[in-house]
T-cell receptor
Framework: DAMVIQNPRYQVTQFGKPVTLSCSQTLNHNVMYWYQQKSSQAPKLLFHYYDKDFNNEADTPDNFQSRRPNTSFCFLDIRSPGLGDAAMYLC????????????????FGPGTRLTVL | QKEVEQNSGPLSVPEGAIASLNCTYS??????FFWYRQYSGKSPELIMSIYSNGDKEDGRFTAQLNKASQYVSLLIRDSQPSDSATYLC??????????FGPGTRLSVLP
């Protein structure tokens, strides 16, 4: 089955220790997104890639970076995690960007729950 | 400020009843509207997308869109305890990104 896969499902890191979260997709979608979701809150978009074009949200801290080495994979790097970065990190994909009606449905991976000690 | 608003709930309905979930949005230029279901500790799952005014039905789910009133709703017929979850409304923001509402917690009582 075509899907969005995230690894690891649970990640524990220490305050200030860099961490990388991974996302892969077999849907062959052009767009990949990273969201942060804290408890009882809506998902918050951090950034997205449309093919190789990187789009950063204005309020995404510099501490968060992303890489997309190919169509299938996208990584979220947190350079110096703080306690406030503990959250669920969601990767999503869509066939086309949000302005393409009918092709902009986003499909989410299972998420990675990050704990910062 | 472009916003999507939902009642946070919890909305409680008895098993077999119709659950009605509502969402309003502020950006008149929005063209795409989505409902996601999210179980506790899980990721959002797409239930329905709607792009045109009117109703769209898929099994027990019906999405309703009224662009003039800037209102989108989701009806769940014959509600089941397994429908208990948080329902997120998402609206495209002039093609820039999606804006998610805060979600409505639905509880279906056996």
């Amino acid at each position: 089955d075509a899907m969005v896969i995230q690894n690891p499902r649970y990640q524990v890191t220490q305050f200030g220790k860099p961490v990388t979260l991974s996302c892969s997709q077999t849907l062959n979608h052009n767009v990949m997104y990273w969201y942060q979701q804290k408890s009882s809150q809506a998902p918050k978009l951090l950034f997205h890639y449309y093919d190789k074009d990187f789009n950063n949200e204005a309020d995404t801290p510099d501490n968060f970076q992303s890489r997309r080495p190919n169509t299938s994979f996208c990584f979220l790097d947190i350079r110096s995690p703080g306690l406030g970065d503990a959250a669920m990190y969601l990767c999503a994909t869509s066939r086309e960007p949000t302005y393409q009606r009918g092709y902009n449905e986003q499909f989410f991976g299972p998420g990675t729950r990050l704990t910062v000690l | 400020q472009k916003e999507v608003e939902q009642n946070s709930g919890p909305l409680s309905v008895p098993e077999g009843a119709i659950a009605s979930l509502n969402c309003t949005y502020s950006d008149r230029g929005s063209q795409s509207f989505f409902w996601y279901r999210q179980y506790s500790g899980k990721s959002p799952e797409l239930i329905m997308s709607i792009y045109s005014n009117g109703d769209k039905e898929d099994g027990r789910f019906t999405a309703q869109l009224n662009k003039a009133s800037q209102y989108v709703s989701l009806l769940i017929r014959d509600s089941q305890p397994s429908d208990s979850a948080t329902y997120l409304c998402a609206v495209d923001n002039y093609g820039q990104n999606f804006v998610f509402g805060p979600g409505t917690r639905l509880s279906v009582l056996p």
